[in-house]
T-cell receptor, first 111, second 116 residues
Framework: DAKTTQPPSMDCAEGRAANLPCNHSTISGNEYVYWYRQIHSQGPQYIIHGLKNNETNEMASLIITEDRKSSTLILPHATLRDTAVYYCIVRLWSSASKIIFGSGTRLSIRP | DAGVIQSPRHEVTEMGQEVTLRCKPISGHNSLFWYRQTMMRGLELLIYFNNNVPIDDSGMPEDRFSAKMPNASFSTLKIQPSEPRDSAVYFC??????????????FGPGTRLLVL
């Protein structure tokens, strides 16, 4: 079973920041938080991951609370192309570890 | 790099027929994963390989499903005999070797299977 809880859907105005929350209260010390997204009819796409520090890349920022029980994915300037299902996942850092996808958050960007 | 390549992209078959899905991982990746996605069950991991060896096949639905990875550049997922409930999108993913902190899975475009 997935170890994360996400709202089933959210919406955001184009050009604004989209903040997607995720709860992972049972995360263990050696588990990372990963975010993927799936645009309609495509395979999931990696966005970002982190352990305990906040992370930023060209796609998004990841804010992890100090107790690591929750995190927020931030898309700083949402565009229509960011409409997708966003999955928050916790997993071991081993390259052979599997990903268990939950139901994700369906993000809709409105013009 | 062309990314993960899957074939066919679409498959329509009749119940009872054998179906073979193919995957070519990204060159240099040493882990390969097969997932299935349906509206009812979401995205499920079926099986994954590390260095061509099956590591965890606990997600394979039943004996009708089998997967092989004869070499580092090719894997197959076979369904024999197929049933209508096998209709789904099947994704293959591969991941980079070594340092887990940099590892991420890259997904193919998927094979859309319809069993009539």
């Amino acid at each position: 079973d997935a170890k994360t809880t996400q709202p089933p859907s959210m919406d955001c105005a184009e050009g604004r920041a989209a903040n997607l929350p995720c709860n992972h209260s049972t995360i263990s010390g050696n588990e990372y938080v990963y975010w993927y997204r799936q645009i309609h009819s495509q395979g999931p796409q990696y966005i970002i991951h982190g352990l305990k520090n906040n992370e930023t890349n060209e796609m998004a920022s990841l804010i992890i609370t100090e107790d690591r029980k929750s995190s927020t994915l931030i898309l700083p300037h949402a565009t229509l192309r960011d409409t997708a299902v966003y999955y928050c996942i916790v997993r071991l850092w081993s390259s052979a570890s599997k990903i268990i996808f939950g139901s994700g958050t369906r993000l809709s960007i409105r013009p | 790099d062309a990314g993960v390549i899957q074939s066919p992209r679409h498959e329509v078959t009749e119940m009872g027929q054998e179906v073979t899905l193919r995957c070519k991982p990204i060159s240099g990746h040493n882990s390969l994963f097969w997932y299935r996605q349906t509206m009812m069950r979401g995205l499920e991991l079926l099986i994954y390989f590390n260095n061509n060896v099956p590591i965890d096949d606990s997600g394979m639905p039943e004996d009708r499903f089998s997967a092989k990875m004869p070499n580092a550049s090719f894997s197959t997922l076979k369904i024999q005999p197929s049933e209508p409930r096998d209709s789904a999108v099947y994704f293959c993913a591969s991941s980079t070797p070594g340092l887990g902190v940099r590892e991420t899975q890259y997904f193919g475009p998927g094979t859309r299977l319809l069993v009539l």
